[in-house]
Nanobody, 122 residues
């Protein structure tokens, strides 16, 4: 079982930056695809970014390409999401996710974090 704990959310002005962190535990997590989803208020959860176990494959949702960067440090058991040029529409609860597969579709996720709130003011 992989356990995920997010941190780093908060309130930021439009154009600002935040870095989310997700501490990962579990003896096999190094081989998991890790990623981030978000759920804006009143909307469905959506894919943000994913990174393969060796960082050889990285994918982003269309709405964050060029602004967000996902990375992982297996030695520190952590996955990060650097968010730059934030917009009010980025406001959401952000969830860390782990998939035992090489893909990160919603249905592939085996473990979820509890979520961290990101609020971007205009």
């Amino acid at each position: 079982q992989v356990r995920l704990v997010e941190s780093g959310g908060g309130l930021v002005q439009a154009g600002g930056s935040l870095r989310l962190s997700c501490a990962v535990s579990g003896h096999t997590f190094r081989f998991y695809t890790l990623g981030w989803f978000r759920q804006p208020p009143g909307k469905e959860r959506e894919f943000v970014a994913a990174i393969s176990w060796n960082a050889g494959s990285i994918k982003y949702g269309d709405s964050v390409k060029g602004r967000f960067t996902i990375s992982r440090d297996n030695a520190k058991n952590t996955v990060y999401l650097q968010m730059n040029n934030l917009k009010p529409e980025d406001t959401a609860v952000y969830y860390c996710a782990a998939s035992p597969l090489t893909t990160m579709a919603d249905t592939d996720v085996g473990s979820w974090g509890q979520g961290t709130q990101v609020t971007v003011s205009s």
